[in-house]
């Protein structure tokens, strides 16, 4: 790495690159150092992206639904076009290792054309037609048309800095609605580059898109407590959502927040598979998603063997050079993260739990991590810890594997692997969550599958179909 960053991003508002009052160090996960300086927005730049977005909307609501399918086509040929930029810059600032980080641009420019196609259908499926079905309006016809809502803010995170991003502005831009982008502070470079992927791309109105870094202490509240707002797209944690939605009074929210995924393991359960599926679904991209599975909950009679075998496939996962085709791990996002999860992991042994693999932390890297055995009462049960650990407790009676899995305030996702349909459907019916897999990880697709949680998990549902709902607003014509 050379001694400049290798990127200054400026902010992007009504239409023109502009510089902010401060700056943004991006530090660089593969080789250290700084790898962009970004521009961080004050308070009034804020209240600028969000006043041309609101001067946008009229131009916005008067492109058709075939121009706007062009406009994301267009962004997606752009978008793969420069796919080996966006790789590397996700393995710098996000510490992803490239065998993943290579998969998000192809990934995200699925999700624009995803998005594309839901635009041209946009009259038959979110439109209908009425008659009158009570005595004294039989004779009425309704065209109930559908609309652009306004004004979309996007929050978005760190963990999937492109394809979560592209979950958010594809829809709505497909509903015809400006865009106010707040990326993470942690993550803004990938999201500067989408930016200019898109005002390059195709020719939108002045304050259509509108790229907003900065940090939430000075930006947050202006962006989400402002009424020009119509819609919030959010994912974050818990408790960031909780502030966002007491700030944001009378809009659309859709927030996919914070997770604590069980996977639950029944005696008839493939324990080969079982015990990939959690290893993948714990220490990918170091546990750092909300969909991770967070906590293992296995029958006691299989509890040892399972641990076995997750051991085992937990050391196969390589170690090594980010940019290293065969590397599958790497640091966290920062330090101050990876001693949170450190504490956690040492808080579980201290109360009992027996440490089988890993659990030591050098800087931001935490050690792909096995603990068995685990107290249902531990914190690392209960809590979501957004890392690289396999946290494997027991139980006896489906019944109490059920009241565990519900027993925390996150309701996102989970998992049940058994070998018996009744059962997988009964436990996945009582299963408090937005999203239940059988015999495998949560996963949910490129966004045909809606998105989302319950309770401390968030509100309403991400995915491109799912979210262009809650970014329309209905309109009846009454004939």
């Not at 508002?13 to 790898?35: K, M, P, Q, S, Y």
């Not at 324990?271 to 293992?296: I, M, N, P």
Request: charged fraction near 25%; charge should be negative; aromatic fraction near 6%.
């Amino acid at each position: 790495m050379a001694d400049e960053p290798q990127y200054t991003e400026q902010l992007y508002i009504d239409g023109e690159w502009r510089d902010g009052d401060d700056t943004i160090a991006v530090r660089d996960l593969a080789d250290g150092g700084t790898v962009a300086n970004v521009a961080a927005a004050s308070s009034e730049q804020a209240e600028d992206a969000l006043a041309a977005a609101a001067t946008a909307q009229e131009a916005m609501r008067e492109t058709t639904p075939v121009e706007r399918a062009e406009w994301l086509e267009s962004i997606a040929d752009d978008l793969e076009a420069r796919a080996d930029e966006f790789a590397e810059m996700i393995v710098r600032e996000a510490g992803k290792p490239i065998s993943a980080a290579s998969g998000a641009p192809p990934s995200a420019a699925r999700r624009f054309r995803f998005a594309a196609a839901e635009a041209r259908d946009l009259s038959r499926t979110y439109g209908e037609y009425r008659e009158g079905s009570t005595p004294g309006h039989e004779g009425w016809t309704a065209i109930v048309k559908p609309e652009p809502i306004g004004t979309v803010l996007c929050i978005a995170p760190y963990n999937y800095p492109l394809q979560t991003t592209t979950l958010q502005i594809a829809p709505a831009l497909a509903a015809g609605n400006s865009v106010v982008l707040k990326p993470s502070s942690k993550t803004p470079t990938t999201a500067a580059l989408l930016t200019d992927v898109i005002t390059s791309a195709v020719d939108l109105p002045e304050g259509a898109v509108n790229f907003v870094p900065g940090h939430s202490r000075e930006i947050g509240d202006t962006l989400a407590g402002d009424s020009r707002v119509d819609t919030i797209a959010m994912t974050g944690s818990s408790g960031a959502g909780t502030h966002v939605a007491k700030e944001s009074g009378m809009v659309n929210l859709v927030m996919e927040l914070g997770g604590n995924a069980p996977a639950i393991i029944f005696p008839d359960a493939a324990l080969e598979d079982a015990a990939g599926a959690c290893t993948a679904g714990s220490v990918k991209f170091g546990g750092q998603r909300c969909s991770a599975v967070s906590r293992v909950l296995a029958h006691e009679s299989v509890h040892d063997e399972l641990v076995k075998r997750i051991r085992l496939t937990m050391e196969g996962w390589v170690v090594g050079d980010l940019f290293e085709e065969e590397t599958d791990f790497g640091p966290l996002i920062d330090e101050d993260h990876a001693k949170e999860v450190k504490e956690l992991i040492d808080d579980a042994v201290a109360d009992g739990a027996d440490l089988v693999l890993g659990g030591e932390r050098d800087g931001a890297f935490v050690e792909p991590t096995v603990l068995a055995n685990v107290p249902q009462d531990a914190e690392i049960i209960h809590k979501e810890q957004f890392g690289p650990v396999a946290a494997v407790t027991t139980f006896e009676e489906e019944g109490e594997a059920i009241d565990l899995a519900n027993a925390d305030k996150y309701a996102l996702d989970a998992s049940v692997f058994t070998t018996d349909h009744d059962r997988a459907m009964r436990v996945a019916h009582k299963i408090d969550a937005g999203g239940v897999r059988i015999n495998g990880a949560p996963s949910h697709g490129l966004g045909d599958i809606p998105f989302g949680g319950n309770d401390a998990s968030g509100i309403n549902r991400e995915g491109i179909h799912a979210a262009i709902e809650q970014m329309l607003r209905k309109k009846s014509i009454i004939l």
